[in-house]
């Protein structure tokens, strides 16, 4: 794999885990998956492990942090939740995601000119 | 959403702590993981799959659990630190493919380092390892100057340390002063170095004694018995380890002493340097009141001081200094500008390290040539290394390795090669100190055994030489285009064997200077055998005894010297014999004022002095000039009579004859002797100083006994001492041998130190012969192809070896230009500081030159062999 595709797709993800635990709050890597797949509506199609690999990295910039807790079912589970700085930073992203996102869709508008 | 700057940081704080946490994280992911696929499955089963399928399923979805506990380690770690041991591992197997290269590289490294060492430890133990005394950091020297000593550093008198005593920056003080003294005790006599101390001089420096007790505060009385603590070493020679010692007597000159106390195995003063043997209260120096007196304004004595508890040596010399004024204030003008300074303990006090630092410059140059010289030797291997890898590594960057990951390996290499040179250079460091105190007989009692300081000092110079050596070739190595590399082998091939002819020739240079400085030394030590002294020492042996421990009265003393000389002249094998109380050039001796009588202006002149017998100078053949030699009438004194050499009389009367003048020894005052004859001057460097010989007088001082014998020395030296042990068995005789050896001692450090520039220059020459051999052996490779084409089109083995051996001369010639005026710089500035030394010459460089020569040759010679050995074909068909 190309490390900046891959590093685009990590960003991704990254962001909407971040996004998740700042609209539904405390959640264990399970919980996390399911919400990932109800709202992408099983399009984003992926090997669920690597949410871990990106809770991982979102813990080691502080913008989360994990604690081991008690699941609904009474197991013992590592359960995340968003920080200041995780707050601070999904804004960031989310204003950069929107902006470069408009800028790819009105490129992608772009008809060209010299077709009939 | 890309980590960057800070961010980062963060990062490795949090790898960090991966790293120790790395065990507890593993089982907790595991424990995570498993949850989640439990889970996953468990839905599965909700929606109507069996169990195993669920299972299979959840596996399916959560993906490869293996790649993603890498993945968590790698980000969760330090990937360096994880693939370090990697590195190490390949770096290994590297290093045992090319055994040779590293071996040669490990030896030529532990070989430089470790006589960098070795000298390194050599200074450690003398000057930078604390002193085995009790908290050795308080103690401080009490270093003074004067004006008229201008500003050297001086020594302090007795009346000086008790008024220092009462400082309060130091809570104690002590000082002591070295003597020379002939001690006997239970029928064995030795010569000495001892120590009058001052006050309580073992309690100050910490030091307990190993038997009895210490000498301190109540021996300073002059009405106490006079005691002596004797050395470990001495304790053993004299007392052969026995504890009756304590109590016993030890006659030291002409006073009587009693044993109180043994010092510690190894303890030798403040002084780590001086080689001590027995310590003595200062206040026993003086057997009367007038000695007394003179002891007490006599500068003799060297301050030691404790520091009190909080205060520095800074603080220690304001509050010095303060009282250096006062002592200056009260005083004669002699000690105007007297100061004082508190200086921290370390090897000899600071007034008293003058000899050592030509001899030690020298060593320490000579041991840094010998690094450079390796260090060379393993840049030129790096480079003949990198030339073969470069088609590896070119393939490996090829690959998509990473330039770090490249140099990395490189680096891991060398510091195995660091590493294992380091060992071979400690162990050379553990026994090259003593070879070397050995080779230069020194009487220093010092520990040289590498401490810590020395094994840090080894690690950091291997590190340092390795990588300068071995990571700059192999950074250019790295920088090879891979395709250029690939295709060609070439690379920067022209390049790099100018940079390895630099280093080889920068090689031969350097052993060139070395080996010129060692035959010049020894040809200052042919020449000394050989140089004409002024008096004939073949065939003269010299027997030193004491009679002063026995109690003789003057009287008995004169009967006794007159019966040896009659029973030893009637020896058969001896020829002549006389008297005298120094031997002549045998390195004591004493200096005396010369004045004459007549004149207006001041003549006074040093003048080294000797109190001889009759038939003196017919003994050693020491011609008279004018005059006369001493006859038995001049025994008796009336009128007094002296003899004096060449170089006093034309000094004192340049365009008189100086028979019948007189001088005096004492000052204007008197008393004169008379002028009697003048005798060649007794030199071994060719500019002698005044003499003045005086008829001998036997109490004074110990005495030699000269005879010129026939046939074998030893048996002659034998029937003397048989001779003088008749006369009176208690006799000590202090040293024995030809009178060779006895002025031979005096060249002992030139002797010495050509030894060591021998070895070291062989060394060097032996690590720049390796180098060479290197350069042959990779150019034979590098241009197989051109003989490969040379033979095909018929050169005969001699052109083809002629080839190469040319090329090595080259580089000798190359080396010898550029070394000629290093060594003739060198030799001139040892021409400076040692004896019989002279500039280089034609005979010493050449010859030199030849020994190079002929080893470079060798070296050349062996590998281009080898060139023989291609086969036109293969050679032609090789991709070089």
Not at chain 2, 68 to 91: F, H
Not at chain 2, 742 to 748: A, D, Q, S, T
Not at chain 2, 759 to 782: E, K, N, Q, S
Not at chain 2, 820 to 839: C, D, K, N, R
Request: glycine share 8%; net charge positive; proline share 4%.
């Amino acid at each position: 794999v190309d490390a900046k595709k891959s590093e685009l797709l990590q960003g991704t993800l990254d962001l909407m885990i971040l996004q998740t635990l700042h609209a539904l709050g405390p959640l264990h890597g399970f919980g996390i998956a399911r919400r990932l797949e109800q709202v992408s509506r099983d399009v984003l199609r992926l090997n669920e492990g690597t949410v871990y690999t990106s809770l991982l990295r979102l813990q080691q910039q502080d913008w989360i942090t994990a604690e081991w807790g008690t699941s609904e079912n009474n197991r013992r589970a590592k359960f995340y939740a968003i920080t200041a700085r995780g707050r601070k930073q999904l804004e960031t992203e989310t204003e950069n995601w929107e902006r470069i996102s408009s800028v790819i869709r009105r490129v992608l508008r772009l008809q060209p000119e010299s077709e009939p | 959403m890309n980590a960057r700057g800070p961010s980062r940081l963060r990062a490795f704080a949090a790898r960090l702590r991966g790293l120790v946490l790395g065990a507890r994280h593993d089982k907790q992911f595991d424990d995570e993981v498993e949850e989640h696929l439990r889970l996953l499955a468990d839905r599965f089963v909700a929606q109507g799959m069996s169990r195993e399928e669920a299972t299979r399923a959840a596996r399916r979805q959560f993906g490869n659990t293996t790649t993603l506990q890498e993945d968590r380690r790698a980000l969760q770690t330090l990937p360096s630190i994880e693939s370090l041991w990697q590195d190490v591992r390949y770096a290994t197997q590297a290093l045992v493919r090319q055994r040779g290269f590293a071996v040669t590289a490990v030896l030529t490294l532990g070989l430089g380092i470790g006589l960098n060492a070795s000298m390194f430890s050599i200074i450690n133990a003398m000057l930078l390892r604390p002193l085995p005394l009790d908290r050795s950091d308080e103690l401080v020297w009490i270093a003074s100057t004067r004006m008229s000593s201008g500003g050297a550093l001086d020594k302090l008198s007795y009346t000086d340390v008790i008024r220092i005593s009462d400082v309060s920056a130091l809570s104690h003080v002590t000082a002591y002063g070295d003597l020379t003294v002939t001690a006997v005790a239970r029928q064995e006599a030795v010569r000495i170095n001892g120590q009058a101390v001052v006050g309580d001089f073992f309690a100050v420096l910490g030091a307990n004694v190993y038997r009895g007790r210490a000498i301190g505060q109540t021996d300073d009385d002059p009405a106490a018995h006079p005691a002596a603590v004797i050395s470990f070493r001495l304790w053993e020679r004299l007392f052969s380890g026995d504890d009756a010692a304590i109590g016993e007597p030890l006659r030291m000159n002409d006073q009587t002493f009693t044993v109180v106390g043994v010092a510690p195995r190894g303890f030798v003063g403040a002084d780590v340097l001086k080689k001590v043997d027995v310590w003595v209260p200062a206040a026993t120096a003086a057997q009367s009141d007038d000695d007394r007196r003179k002891m007490q304004e006599r500068l003799w004595l060297i301050g030691v001081g404790r520091l009190a508890p909080g205060v520095n040596p800074d603080q220690a010399t304001a509050a010095l200094q303060a009282r250096a004024t006062a002592i200056a204030h009260d005083s004669p003008r002699s000690r105007e500008g007297f100061t004082l300074q508190a200086v921290p303990l370390h090897g000899s006090p600071p007034g008293e390290r003058k000899g050592a630092p030509a001899a030690s410059a020298m060593l320490l140059g000579v041991t840094i040539a010998v690094l450079l010289i390796a260090c060379a030797n393993v840049a030129n291997l790096s480079l003949v290394r990198g030339v073969a890898r470069a088609p590896d590594i070119a393939l490996r960057l090829a690959l998509g390795a990473s330039r770090t990951r490249i140099l990395r390996h490189e680096l891991a290499e060398s510091v195995l090669l660091a590493m294992a040179g380091a060992g071979v250079a400690l162990l050379l460091a553990h026994i090259v100190p003593a070879l070397l105190r050995r080779l230069v007989a020194s009487p220093i009692d010092v520990d040289f055994t590498p401490d810590l300081r020395v094994v840090g000092f080894t690690l950091a110079v291997s590190l340092l030489t390795v990588l300068v050596c071995g990571l700059i070739p192999a950074l250019r190595t790295s920088s090879v285009a891979p395709a250029r590399a690939i295709n060609t082998q070439k690379g920067p091939a022209g390049q790099r064997r100018r940079l390895q002819r630099v280093f080889v020739t920068g090689q031969l240079a350097l052993s060139f200077v070395l080996l010129v400085a060692a035959a010049v030394f020894l040809k200052s030590l042919v020449l000394a055998r050989h140089v004409d002294v002024g008096f004939k020492p073949d065939g003269r042996v010299a027997v030193e005894f004491d009679l002063r421990a026995l109690g003789y009265s003057g009287e008995r003393s004169e009967a006794f010297v007159r019966t040896l000389l009659d029973r030893v002249r009637r020896v058969p094998a001896v020829r002549e014999a006389s008297l005298a109380h120094f031997i002549p050039l045998g390195g004591r001796t004493t200096i005396g004022t010369v004045t004459t009588r007549a004149s207006s202006v001041s003549t006074d002149t040093g003048a080294v002095l000797n109190f001889v017998w009759p038939r003196f100078f017919e003994t050693l053949d020491m011609a008279v000039l004018r005059g006369r030699a001493f006859a038995e009438a001049d025994q008796i004194g009336s009128p007094a009579a002296a003899v004096v050499n060449q170089a006093l009389a034309t000094q004192l009367w340049p365009h008189r004859d100086a028979i019948g003048e007189e001088l005096s020894l004492d000052g204007p005052g008197g008393p004169f002797v008379q002028v009697v004859g003048v005798v060649r001057n007794a030199s071994l460097t060719g500019n002698a100083r005044p003499a003045v010989y005086l008829p001998g007088r036997p109490t004074d001082t110990s005495l030699a006994l000269l005879a010129w014998v026939d046939g074998d020395s030893a048996q002659s030296l034998r029937a003397v001492e048989r001779e003088v042990r008749s006369l009176d068995a208690r006799v000590a005789i202090l040293r024995s041998d030809t009178l060779r050896h006895h002025i031979g001692e005096r060249l002992e450090a030139e002797r010495a130190l050509s030894r060591v520039l021998g070895v070291f220059g062989a060394a060097a020459l032996g690590l720049a012969a390796i180098g060479l051999y290197g350069l042959v052996a990779y150019t034979v490779v590098a241009r197989r192809r051109e003989v490969g084409v040379r033979v095909a089109l018929g050169a005969r083995a001699g052109d083809v070896l002629r080839l190469f051996v040319v090329d090595a001369g080259r580089l000798v010639v190359a080396g010898i230009v550029v070394g000629l005026p290093l060594a003739i710089g060198v030799t001139m500035v040892l021409e400076g500081s040692f004896f019989g030394v002279q500039i280089a010459d034609p005979v010493a460089i050449g010859t030199v030159a030849l020994v190079l020569a002929g080893v470079v040759v060798t070296a050349a010679y062996l590998p281009a062999r080898r060139a023989l050995r291609v086969d036109p074909a293969v050679a032609l068909r090789s991709p070089d």
